[in-house]
């Protein structure tokens, strides 16, 4: 039951290979196997969503997938966000907006975000703050993460050439 | 003193404040912490990963108070991957005891093992430890592990303890480890006998977890080079756990250090020594191998530290004006099954006995102060400590007294509101200036001219809505130096903060603090200070904390004193690098040392003459690199030190907050619909912090109104183990709060600032309680109990008599 597999999977544009326990779970991979440590587990029963992840463009809770759930799949963290130390459009607007404070829930919050803004383009404030209350953030008050999402989602809809 | 809107997004060109404003302090610059939090290059204490190192989890207690018969780790070594597993005899550890300098009938000494021996005493108690080659195989040797007790009756309410036919700890007897009448004024008596209107109000309010997302987590090694173990743990209190790391181990200080990463959040459940954390290091101790220890949501729910259970029975007499003439109250705190270390299991009614009369004018005044032992995970100091208790059970008597003499409560408040300063009262303790009279005129006033009181009257005429609006007017002691500790009566006395400024031979500094910031941005708002004092740019100040190797000592950061006490220490030592800069610059440039002043712009320049300057880069490489040309009396290097403490009782940040309800009739559930907070925390260094600061103690203090509750069953068994039972409030739950600033600059901290990381949690219980009194007003229900459930709310709303 316990026999190791050999994983292929995509993170963030590389291709990993890992070999991996069938009960280990996609968020101990990506943290501690291939020590992308942004991601981040903070309940292990898939409710804080800390540990939001992108799984072929849909956000996942990565303690809730088991590792070999994602043979073949494209996945993204945090780690993929910046480029080269420039934050991105979505990750500066966090700190414009002083979206977080320790930082713990950040990333799951970024990634979610994210998911979020690629299936919802046009959410106005109240879809955004209902889309975001599947994450858990004790810092602050998350009035000021949904300033920074939908001020990202109206800089992106502003930017978008119309067609 | 002015009231000036913030909005969110205040940008260095727009500095707000007349008041010891610098060139940064007063502005929201980005803060430094972010772009590492953001990009995930944050390092927590669970992103360590060491050569080598092994995974410890605990064999925890499945009853909640039993003699132990015996335990077996016979089948948990055979685990594969398990390296060892030891129980309290293997590790032979001191016990963590914190202690009261009080007498035997005020205070019972008791200890917390390490590891459980003979007794256990809550769900959740360490047993012993496994240490394995990975998590997953330490969840195998935990599950291995057998335990036989003899199961004894549970305590887990006030009614049981008090009677004391079962005992938590054999030494204490009704199961109270603390109880000090702090007071009983003269004339309490008789103004009950003269009184026009006697209050009686009983509070209380549930247990509750501070709920850092990030759980509590150690890695601890061992330096075979050094002969010295490093302890990298997520603790507010880095000094303190050292300290008791070395006593339990029995080990010479010197050989301990510990290191604090980022840290995931705190609110006081990290700022107390935790036995995990000491385990761990006994393990390394002996196995001289890296150990991680990372606390799962269960186990923080049920065996980490809780906080806030307590009952307030409150007396309170008035006159027919509506000026109150005595207080009496008895309070009683469930404060679990062990005192925390450092600050006993007296810490909760201490504080609520010796600040009980808060924003308000109080005569006489009589308060009885108990801390009970109980079959429950054991409390920390959450945000507020018993202040969101006690505040609760005040703003009540003002709401109860309003009613009974048929006044508006806010008028009522500002009767009796402290409006002149320094005020000493019946408390003994003296008041600095604030302005707790004009916050509350400002958040009425703010609800009055939004239109929400005619809103309500018009619901109430037409009966189509349930809406209540809700105060509470509150101080809060923010400033606790040694003194106002020392009266406490610890053993174990906090108050002071050290700093060190290095100025490196580039002219950037590295400044120290035993503070420790864990999400409340003291990289960025420390710097903002340390700029100021010296006229460099922001960016060039570097702030380190928790290190024990680096700073001396330190109190950590808990009960808001970081800015007001550790940025005051940080202050100090920047003004005395810039004072032995400008003796350098003096000798330098051949002048009296009266004769040159900081230029503000990273320079020391002569007052008689201007164009002779000299850069804190020319300074600093005489100061190393040559300094053969140092005045006689100036030592090598640009470097100092400074200690601040904050004299006498400390000081006051203040605020009201008003907030406007909707209970829904169909599901009794209540809805905030506008929240309103006007606060005065003296000079803001970083406006964005502040309300963010703000906005977070709100939220948690909206979550221990109407969600959050830590229970039990009869027997001790704890009902809210995961984040299906235990609610914690998201973003559909947590509205959107404005918030106006008073400002009244703190005359004896060095920046004007008095704190801010509590006042949100510690208004928000008692505003939202009677907001939802005041949408009951009709229905003949008065609810004194949080968290507040909808179904009570739609029990009251179901049984209105000529209501909707």
Redesign the interface.
Request: with cysteine; charged share 25%.
């Given at each position: 039951m316990n026999d190791p597999h050999l994983l292929s999977l995509t993170v963030n544009g590389a291709e990993e290979e890992v070999v991996v326990?069938p009960?280990?779970t996609l968020a101990?991979v990506l943290?501690?196997d291939l020590?992308?440590?942004?991601?981040?587990?903070?309940?292990?029963?898939g409710?804080?969503g800390?540990c939001t992840v992108l799984l072929d463009g849909a956000p996942v809770r990565a303690c809730l997938v088991f590792a070999v759930q994602a043979e073949g799949a494209d996945v993204r963290?945090?780690?993929s966000?910046?480029a080269e130390?420039r934050?991105s459009d979505l990750?500066q607007a966090?700190?414009?907006?002083?979206g977080?404070?320790?930082?713990?829930?950040?990333?799951g919050f970024?990634m979610l975000a994210e998911g979020v803004l690629a299936e919802s383009p046009d959410a106005d404030r109240e879809e955004i703050?209902?889309a975001?209350?599947?994450?858990?953030?004790?810092?602050?008050?998350?009035?000021?993460?949904?300033?920074a999402v939908h001020a990202t989602a109206c800089a992106r809809r502003s930017q978008e050439v119309p067609s | 003193m002015t009231a000036t809107d913030l909005p969110?997004?205040t940008t260095a060109s727009e500095p707000r404040f007349e008041s010891r404003r610098g060139r940064w302090v007063g502005a929201?610059i980005?803060?430094h912490?972010?772009?590492r939090?953001?990009?995930?290059?944050?390092?927590?204490v669970?992103?360590i990963?060491l050569p080598g190192m092994l995974h410890a989890g605990f064999v925890r207690a499945t009853v909640a108070h039993a003699h132990v018969t015996g335990i077996d780790l016979t089948a948990t070594r055979a685990v594969e991957g398990v390296v060892a597993a030891y129980d309290a005899r293997d590790l032979a550890l001191g016990d963590i005891v914190a202690l009261l300098d009080r007498p035997a009938e005020e205070f019972t000494p008791t200890a917390m093992p390490i590891l459980a021996k003979d007794r256990i005493r809550f769900v959740g108690e360490p047993l012993a430890i496994v240490v394995a080659r990975d998590?997953?195989a330490v969840e195998d040797g935990i599950e291995a592990a057998v335990v036989s007790y003899d199961v004894l009756d549970a305590v887990v309410d006030e009614q049981t303890a008090l009677r004391g036919s079962a005992l938590v700890h054999d030494e204490a007897p009704g199961n109270v480890l603390l109880d000090v009448s702090m007071f009983d004024t003269p004339g309490v008596d008789e103004a009950f006998e003269d009184a026009d209107v006697a209050i009686e109000v009983t509070t209380h309010s549930g247990r509750q977890n501070a709920?850092?997302?990030?759980?509590r987590g150690v890695v601890a090694s061992w330096d075979a080079r050094d002969d010295q173990l490093l302890v990298q743990t997520c603790t507010q209190v880095p000094h303190q756990v050292r300290t008791l790391v070395a006593r339990c181990l029995d080990v010479p200080e010197r050989t301990v250090r510990v290191t604090v990463p980022?840290?995931?959040?705190g609110?006081g459940q990290k700022c107390v020594v935790g036995r995990e954390e000491v385990a761990v290091a006994a393990v390394v101790q002996r196995l001289h191998r890296p150990v991680k220890w990372i606390e799962?949501?269960r186990e923080a729910l049920t065996a980490g530290f809780l906080a806030r259970e307590q009952t307030y029975r409150t007396r309170a007499a008035f006159d027919a004006d509506g000026h109150i003439t005595a207080l009496d109250v008895d309070v009683v705190c469930d404060m679990g099954a062990y005192s925390c270390y450092p600050f006993t299991a007296g810490i909760e009614p201490l504080m609520a006995s010796a600040e009980m009369p808060s924003v308000y004018k109080v005569p006489a005044y009589r308060v009885r102060g108990r801390a009970l032992t109980s079959n429950k995970a054991p409390t920390a100091p959450y945000r507020g400590v018993s202040r969101p208790q006690y505040v609760m059970a005040i703003e009540r008597v003002m709401e109860r007294a309003a009613r009974e003499l048929g006044l508006d409560p806010v008028e009522v408040r500002r009767r009796n509101v402290i409006t002149e300063f320094p005020y000493t009262g019946v408390n003994a303790v003296t008041y600095d200036p604030g302005t707790y009279r004009e916050s509350l005129d400002l958040a009425e006033a703010t609800i009055r001219e939004e239109g929400w009181f005619a809103e309500r009257d018009r619901a109430d005429r037409e009966g189509d809505r349930h809406l209540g609006i809700g105060f509470c007017c509150f101080s809060e002691r923010t400033g606790y130096g040694s003194e106002a500790f020392a009266k406490r009566k610890m053993t174990v006395v906090p108050g002071f903060d050290l700093s060190e400024i290095r100025m490196d031979t580039t002219g950037a500094v590295v400044v120290t603090s035993g503070t420790m910031n864990?999400?409340?941005?003291h990289e960025t708002t420390f710097a903002q200070i340390v700029a100021d004092r010296l006229g460099i740019d922001v960016d060039r100040v570097k702030l380190r904390q928790g290190d024990t190797e680096r700073i001396a000592y330190g109190w950590g950061t808990f009960a808001s004193r970081s800015v007001t006490i550790g940025g005051s220490a940080v202050a100090l030592a920047s003004e005395r690098l810039g004072e032995l800069l400008c003796r350098i610059a003096a000798h330098l440039l051949e002048t009296r040392p009266e004769n040159v002043a900081l230029d503000g712009d990273g320079g020391v320049v002569q007052l008689d003459d201007p164009s002779r300057r000299l850069t804190y880069e020319e300074i600093a490489d005489v100061a190393y690199l040559r300094s053969h040309l140092l005045p006689k009396d100036v030592e090598p290097t640009l470097t100092a030190t400074a200690s601040f403490d904050v004299p006498g009782d400390g000081t006051f940040s203040n605020a009201t907050h008003a907030v406007v309800v909707e209970a829904d009739a169909g599901t009794g559930a209540i809805r905030i619909l506008r929240y309103v907070c006007v606060e005065d925390c003296g000079v803001v260094i970083h406006p964005?912090?502040v309300?963010?600061q703000c906005?977070?103690?709100?939220?948690?203090g909206i979550a221990g109104a109407l969600f959050e509750e830590v229970t039990y069953d009869a027997h001790g068994e704890p009902s809210a183990a995961?984040?299906?039972d235990y609610l914690?409030p998201?973003?559909?739950?947590?509205p959107?709060?404005s918030i106006s600033h008073l400002e009244t600059p703190c005359a004896f901290t060095e920046n004007g600032a008095k704190g801010a990381g509590e006042g949100?949690t510690i208004g928000a219980p008692a505003a939202v309680l009677n907001a939802v009194n005041d949408a009951l007003r009709h229905t003949g229900v008065e609810l004194d109990t949080t968290p507040i459930h909808p179904r009570t709310v739609l029990e009251a709303l179901e049984n209105t008599e000529g209501g909707l």
């Open positions: 326990e009960r280990r101990d943290r501690h020590r992308l440590t942004g991601t981040h587990v903070g309940c292990e029963h409710v804080c800390a963290t945090v780690e966000l910046d130390g934050l990750q966090f700190s414009d907006h002083h977080l404070q320790c930082g713990f829930c950040t990333p970024l703050r209902e975001l209350s599947a994450n858990l953030c004790r810092c602050t008050g998350y009035q000021t993460i949904v300033d | 969110t997004g929201s980005p803060r912490e972010d772009p939090l953001l990009t995930g290059r944050g390092r927590f669970d992103d990963a998590p997953y709920l850092p997302l990030e759980t980022d840290m995931g959040g609110f799962d949501r864990h999400g409340q941005s964005q912090v309300d963010g906005r977070g103690g709100i939220a948690q995961s984040f299906i914690v998201t973003a559909t739950e947590i959107d709060v949100g």
